[in-house]
């Protein structure tokens, strides 16, 4: 009874600002997964990518043919294993000959060490973070959640980058000056706490050193996102009651959040890796084809933009 019915959607305004983007050559780790087609094939038909699928061969042939997709056209690539698919795929990223980087049906943990590896792994300058970007049907209006698949329990360097990432991200998306929440249990700052001192410590940090962003730490989710609660609270801060970008203390605390959004308010959850040298495609198992779409369509503006 408390799970919400209605039907999940991909947010238009993505697809609408790849339009007139060139095509992105996406490397899906993987592919022999039916998910996975199906999720390639929409991206096809809304001429968003051109893909090369990596794995095993035969089977990626097999569930394309089970799903009626035509795959003769399409670069595959042949991988024996695991680590091989990936290799294979960030070799393209290294050479110039894909934009982005998909993963299929694999492990995360195998998916991120691959992208990791010192020798021929994707990884850039700062830290890799993960951001959700969630909408709920009839709305266009994004909400990033960071980081929730990556940083267990972030500390002070790490959360840099995590910021850092989500503002990025929102940018290239078309938010002029996201609004940054650094999420705590309240917004008050409490020695007993950890997570409002790093909020507080991190808000400062990134009001001098980030750009065309308002930032406010520690916040509580309701005077994050309610401004109703905002104001019974009294808060004045341009980012209560209005925040785009939720960054939460611990992975725990980001997954139940963009959970709850799915399953109680059918919100769709685009998951988007930052900071590598391209952008990273990384959905769950459990994601409906809508948010796939939604993932690809992201790396697509990224990867052009």
Known sequence: MWLSDTPFECPQYLLDKTRN???????????????VLESVAQAIEEDLIVPTLVGDREKIEQKATAIGMDIRHLSCVSADNDPQAVALATTMINRGEADCIMKGHIHTDDFLRGLL???????????????????????????????????????????????????????KLGLDRPKVALLSASETV????????????????AKQNLFNLDICGPLALDVAISEKAAKIKSLTDPVAGQADVLVVPQIETGNALFKALVYFKSACAAGIVMGAK????????????????????????????
């Open 190 to 205: 409490n020695e007993a706490v950890p997570s409002t001192l790093l909020g507080q410590e991190i808000a400062v940090w």
């Open 117 to 171: 590896n010192k020798e021929n792994g994707i990884r850039g300058e700062g830290f890799m973070t993960h951001v959700f970007h969630m909408t709920v049907p009839g709305s266009n209006k994004p909400l990033l959640i960071t980081d929730a698949a990556i940083h267990v329990e972030p500390n002070e360097k790490a959360l840099k980058s995590i910021v850092t990432n989500a503002v990025e991200l929102a940018h």
């Open 278 to 305: 391209v952008p990273v495609i990384l959905t769950s198992r459990a994601d409906p084809p809508e948010a796939r779409l939604a993932s690809i369509a992201i790396a697509a503006i990224l990867s052009r933009n």
């Open 21 to 35: 983007l060139p095509k992105s050559r996406v490397a899906v780790v993987n592919a022999q997964s039916t998910p």
